[in-house]
């Protein structure tokens, strides 16, 4: 229990002594926090925004001619043969007429003079869920583009290919955060705890005459390196979801942020978040008090 | 009639320190203390007697021989022996080693902040020292704002504060007028009437020509016994 109350004693201490360069170094790991946080966010509504996407996802194989229900089962045998998938539709060209006029609804006399057959048949393929990748995708599409009677394969290219990417590069972002996350925290911990050991040298060397155990010297700085973890996490984080509060209250009602449901952070990623801040910053302290106390 | 002591606190078997490159500080110097001892070192500046003294806390090595305090071999302690060994001694340095940025009390405290004693008891035991010390009106002071002789007096009550059971003081009258040399040397022969050992190293004549304690001599790295101790 004594030992608590040294350890805490020094602690306040230290703050009191060093209060302007404590004050930096939790700046900048609330700061690297906040950044990692926020793009990982980012990344995680992607991920999301990309489930619900590849959920809807569907191919659209026009045909150049409706085919007759022989040439039906040895297209779906074809699809099949290819890999399994969750649904192949055909649709005629009367009943995608159909669908176009029920789109156009109070505009679907502009159809009065159109021919009756002008739009394609088509078979709408939906591919199972664990084929996901942009290039499986893409491979898909090129054998459906090979079947007989084929004009061509739509699925949205574009956009999923500039969806997909734009994925990448957040993953790519989240990865450099993360590693500014970790080299802010262990470096600048570890730069400040071996400045306020130069600082202080002369109070450590006593402190080993007097007989202070090691315990007794690294514990206090432990505690500063666990402090500026879990504060520094805290402030990064509830940083984060004020300009997340911020963003939902701005950008409510509609628009194309509407379209997409985003959410915060669970409670475990929170609180893992602040368990790797706490131990990336003790891991600072701790390697410099090692050198230190070798020495 | 010789002084009766109870055990042996200082045990120095043929021990040599050599600084690089080619200094000898102490050459084969055997030497036994025993327990509530009080003992003067003498000897010219340069002699060796700081290094003698810092052999005996630790803060050096010997290059050959033994060094034990209380029946431990202190060459080899490390990690929680070796803090627990510096806990039971108390060194007044000779250039201080305070901590100028704390008050006289905090520097006080800290020896025995290391040993967990309660703050209560802590307080009561610096303000007791400083009276002692003719310092109580200086508890709040800054120490790098004290005169040479008043961090002495500092010095020497954090190397006693936390009741060692062996004291090395290094030099402690050297900034002193003969007013508070004689408080000085009063706690001192004090604390050995309690039982502690105390080692003096000084050039200082005046303060152990009136007393009949051990008075020992460095002379060209070696301990020669000049006089000895005898129960008062």
């Known amino acids: 229990m004594r030992f608590i109350f040294a350890v805490i004693r020094q602690v306040f201490r230290n703050f009191r002594q060093t209060w302007a360069s404590q004050f930096m170094t939790l700046l900048t790991v609330s700061l690297s926090v906040f950044i990692f946080a926020f793009f990982y966010l980012v990344y995680i509504n992607m991920l999301s925004i990309g489930d619900k996407l590849g959920y809807d996802l569907r191919l659209i194989v026009y045909l150049e001619e409706e085919p007759i229900p022989e040439l039906q089962e040895q297209l779906k045998r074809k699809i099949l043969a290819f890999d399994e998938v969750e649904d192949i539709r055909f649709v005629s060209k009367a009943e995608a007429i159909e669908r176009f006029r029920r789109q156009l609804g109070d505009d679907q006399d502009v159809l009065e003079d159109m021919p009756g057959d002008f739009l394609p048949a088509s078979i709408e393929v939906v591919p199972m869920k664990n084929l996901r990748s942009l290039n499986q995708v893409k491979l898909f599409?090129?054998?459906?583009?090979?079947?007989?009677?084929?004009?061509?394969?739509?699925?949205?290219?574009?956009?999923?290919?500039?969806?997909?990417?734009?994925?990448?590069?957040?993953?790519?972002?989240?990865?450099?955060?993360?590693?500014?996350?970790?080299?802010?925290?262990?470096?600048?911990?570890?730069?400040?705890?071996?400045?306020?050991?130069?600082?202080?040298?002369?109070?450590?060397?006593?402190?080993?005459?007097?007989?202070?155990?090691?315990?007794?010297?690294?514990?206090?700085?432990?505690?500063?390196?666990?402090l500026h973890g879990l504060l520094g996490s805290t402030l990064g984080l509830?940083?984060?979801?004020?300009?997340?509060?911020?963003?939902?209250?701005?950008?409510?009602?509609?628009?194309?942020?509407?379209?997409?449901?985003?959410?915060?952070?669970?409670?475990?990623?929170?609180?893992?978040?602040?368990?790797?801040?706490?131990?990336?910053?003790?891991?600072?302290?701790?390697?410099?008090?090692?050198?230190?106390?070798?020495? | 009639m010789t002084e009766l002591y109870n055990g042996t606190m200082v045990e120095l078997i043929k021990v040599s320190k050599h600084y690089h490159p080619n200094i000898q500080a102490l050459s084969d110097v055997s030497i036994s203390i025993n327990t509530g001892e009080m003992v003067f070192i003498t000897g010219r500046s340069g002699a060796g007697k700081t290094t003698f003294l810092k052999l005996l806390c630790r803060m050096e090595l010997p290059t050959k021989g033994l060094v034990e305090i209380d029946g431990a071999d202190i060459r080899r302690m490390r990690g929680k022996n070796l803090a627990r060994l510096r806990q039971t001694i108390g060194v007044a340095y000779q250039d201080f080693k305070l901590l100028t940025d704390r008050t006289v009390a905090e520097n006080i405290a800290i020896s025995m902040e290391v040993s967990y004693r309660?703050?209560?008891?802590?307080?009561?035991?610096?303000?007791?020292?400083?009276d002692e010390l003719d310092l109580a009106d200086k508890h709040g002071s800054m120490t790098g704002d004290l005169s040479r002789g008043e961090q002495q007096r500092v010095a020497l009550a954090r190397a006693v504060a936390n009741s060692p059971k062996l004291i090395l003081v290094d030099?402690?009258?050297g900034n002193l007028d003969s007013t508070t040399t004689g408080r000085v040397m009063k706690m001192l022969s004090s604390l050995h009437r309690e039982g502690t050992t105390v080692l003096i190293a000084t050039h200082d004549h005046t303060i152990y020509r009136n007393v009949d304690h051990r008075l020992l001599e460095l002379r060209g790295g070696q301990m020669h016994q000049l006089r000895d101790g005898v129960m008062q």
């Open chain 1, 141 to 226: 599409s090129e054998y459906l583009g090979k079947l007989p009677g084929t004009i061509k394969v739509q699925y949205g290219q574009d956009w999923i290919e500039r969806f997909y990417y734009f994925t990448r590069l957040v993953s790519i972002i989240v990865v450099l955060s993360a590693g500014l996350l970790i080299l802010t925290s262990v470096f600048m911990v570890s730069y400040k705890i071996r400045l306020t050991i130069i600082g202080r040298k002369q109070e450590l060397e006593l402190l080993k005459l007097v007989g202070a155990t090691y315990n007794y010297i690294r514990t206090p700085f432990f505690v500063e390196g666990f």
């Open chain 1, 238 to 295: 509830s940083a984060l979801f004020g300009l997340f509060y911020w963003i939902q209250i701005k950008f409510s009602g509609p628009g194309i942020l509407n379209i997409f449901e985003f959410s915060f952070f669970e409670p475990p990623v929170i609180v893992t978040l602040a368990i790797v801040s706490i131990l990336l910053c003790t891991t600072g302290s701790y390697t410099s008090m090692r050198k230190y106390l070798r020495t």
């Open chain 2, 118 to 130: 309660k703050q209560n008891q802590i307080k009561q035991r610096v303000r007791d020292l400083l």
């Open chain 2, 171 to 173: 030099e402690p009258t």
